[in-house]
């Protein structure tokens, strides 16, 4: 009997160690695989972005970067008031959309879920928004060119402008400030906000001291996903912004960013060296921006941490 369970033992201790073995290929297989996809993913962002930095750094120049362009589909002259327009735009976008953005996504997290409970009509209100920021984000950018047009530069004769890109260019990333920045909010443990209400503080103090604060890391990674987007975006701006050469001196003023220069220059003038230069330009452009925001973010939650 003692020979005959101490071999039971032994073939199930063997067994189990068998499976370990196993579980752990296994676990080594899927790691390995998952570690040679990140590794092809970034392989691939540096070459693309190692191509257009190499092809287009030779057709920059200071005379490319100081000189407008000129009139007509020549492709001469270069893109300082494209630049210029570019980032015009994206700070006008970026005021309109992130506040609304933010306290969309603040409502929706902090304060309707409370409300929601004594209001059947505003719980389904409220879930009617959720799915609407949910469909507005797999919309095709061209059908928020169109409703920019239709409403800013038509119906309300705003014309093509900066202001009608600009309202256009929030409505396109909206969904992206509200959906990121609720999911930093959800992000926040709720610790933090029975602690400070405990201490007596009131919802607006803990939610301004505590829970924003330590959220803004998430908000900006929103808010730098929009940059990219609206530097990168053409559709839009296609039908709103018109696509004058000239510096816009005011809102009301038509302009150029530069990726639309870029896709003038690609398709309407074949000016390849100067489109792969513009695409230089627009990356470093792209990462300088990004680059900015992060210090500015990092700066204001430092400051909020001083003061709390």
Not at 9 to 14: E, F, I, M, S, V
Not at 222 to 241: D, H, K, M, N, Q
């Amino acid at each position: 009997m003692i020979g005959e369970r101490s071999s039971e033992r032994t073939l199930a201790h063997t067994a189990k160690t068998r499976n370990l073995k196993t579980e752990h290929r296994v676990q080594k297989f899927w790691f390995s695989l998952m570690w040679l996809f990140g590794l092809i993913t970034v392989l691939i962002l540096i070459l693309v972005i190692g191509y257009v930095l190499v092809q287009g750094g030779k057709a920059v120049n200071w005379e490319l970067l100081t000189t407008p362009p000129k009139g007509g589909l020549s492709g001469e002259g270069g893109i300082s008031t494209t630049i210029a327009t570019t980032f015009y735009l994206v700070g006008l976008t970026l005021l309109i959309a992130t506040p609304l953005g933010v306290s969309a996504a603040v409502y929706l997290i902090e304060y309707a879920g409370e409300q929601s409970l004594s209001s059947k009509f505003l719980r389904t209100m409220i879930n009617i928004a959720n799915f609407a920021v949910e469909t507005l984000a797999g919309i095709p950018s061209i059908i928020f060119g169109l409703f920019g047009y239709v409403l800013f530069v038509s119906t309300l004769k705003f014309g093509f402008s900066l202001l009608s890109a600009s309202l256009a260019g929030a409505c396109l990333v909206l969904p992206t400030i509200i959906r990121t920045t609720e999911e930093a909010l959800l992000a926040v443990p709720d610790d933090y906000r029975r602690g400070s209400l405990a201490l007596g503080a009131t919802k607006w103090q803990t939610l301004s001291r505590i829970v924003l604060p330590a959220a803004m890391p998430g908000i900006i990674t929103g808010i730098i996903l929009s940059v990219g987007r609206v530097i990168s975006e053409t559709a839009v701006f296609y039908v709103t912004l018109g696509g004058s050469y000239r510096l816009p001196t005011s809102i009301m003023d038509s302009g150029r960013t530069l990726a639309l220069h870029l896709y003038y220059l690609a398709m309407d003038t074949r000016a390849f060296d100067k489109a792969m230069g513009t695409g230089a330009v627009l990356v470093v452009m792209i990462f300088l921006i990004n680059l900015v925001i992060n210090l500015i973010s990092r700066k204001l939650t430092a400051g909020v941490r001083k003061v709390r």
